[in-house]
């Protein structure tokens, strides 16, 4: 029987508690909200905390997207379910409920977390992938209610590790808001709700029928989530045309780092990161245009 090491257990009843509780546990200690990937790594042995602080009872804080002139804001406690069915989120960026629908199962979605999926930092993350080509910011609250605001690729510092330190938590992911964009995610995996083979997510901004802005992140093809600022320079000023895709994807290709393991070689997993990626720049630019 797989079991956890002994743990002690508290549940914070707001923010500020739950902050006060980290900063007095320090490193020993973890949040917990869906748990889906924390208490299984915990059931193998390949994390132990001496705390857990379940807040679960600050969705009422933490659990919202609103919608403003500038950046669509949303809790970190908000539930992968509510990021699906969110109009909100359709209307200004359809690219979450592409990922949504591959992400895991019911199960998982109706307790799972944004803010939970960023924290793992699992470098196959859907959601990281998602925020990083949205150029999404996070929002880190400490003692005294002194919040810092950091860029996706600030926030994920290694597999497995961000910039939230002890005494911290993640409250808020936002996504800033421009005319002319369409978005989309593609995804291989090995069955329905697995972890991604390669997933590839493309946000495109437009105007007057030219490309005025791009991003592409990528997904199990190295350490982190990737960003590829090269494909954002070549594609920026340019009309959208099936040459410029796959220019796009020879970038993607040659700027990933795949390892070969059980899911594929990494020759193979650069393929689909060329491949994902012109398909997702593809429904991204239709969508832009619609």
């Not at 996070?138 to 860029?151: D, H, K, L």
Request: charged share 25%.
């Amino acid at each position: 029987m797989q079991v956890p090491a002994p743990f002690e257990y508290e549940r914070a009843t707001n923010v500020d508690h739950a902050i006060s509780l980290m900063e007095r546990r320090g490193s020993n200690a973890r949040l917990i909200a869906g748990g889906h990937s924390l208490l299984p790594m915990m059931k193998l042995r390949l994390a132990n905390f001496d705390y857990l602080i379940d807040i679960n009872d600050l969705h009422a804080e933490l659990g919202y997207i609103e919608s403003g002139p500038d950046a669509v804001r949303i809790g970190a406690l908000t539930r992968h379910r509510e990021l699906l069915e969110s109009a909100t989120l359709a209307a200004a960026f359809p690219i979450f409920a592409d990922a949504e629908r591959v992400i895991a199962d019911p199960v998982v979605r109706n307790r799972g977390t944004l803010g939970g999926s960023l924290c793992q930092a699992d470098p196959s993350e859907d959601l990281s992938a998602v925020c990083t080509t949205l150029d999404a910011s996070c929002v880190i609250r400490g003692p005294n209610n002194a919040e810092r605001v950091v860029s996706m690729e600030e926030f994920h510092v290694g597999p497995y590790e961000t910039a939230v330190g002890d005494g911290e938590i993640l409250v808020e992911i936002r996504l800033p808001v421009r005319p002319g964009c369409g978005s989309a995610y593609e995804k291989v995996e090995r069955r329905a709700g697995d972890w991604a083979v390669v997933s590839a997510g493309a946000a495109v901004w437009l105007d007057d029928g030219v490309i005025a802005d791009a991003r592409v992140g990528l997904a199990a093809v190295g350490p982190n989530t990737t960003g590829i600022p090269e494909i954002s320079a070549a594609l920026r000023g340019r009309e959208p045309s099936e040459t410029l895709f796959e220019q796009a994807g020879a970038i993607a290709a040659r700027n990933c780092d795949p390892t070969t393991d059980q899911r594929g070689s990494a020759d193979y997993k650069r393929h689909l990161a060329a491949e994902l990626t012109k398909r997702t720049l593809r429904r991204a630019v239709e969508r832009a245009r619609s």
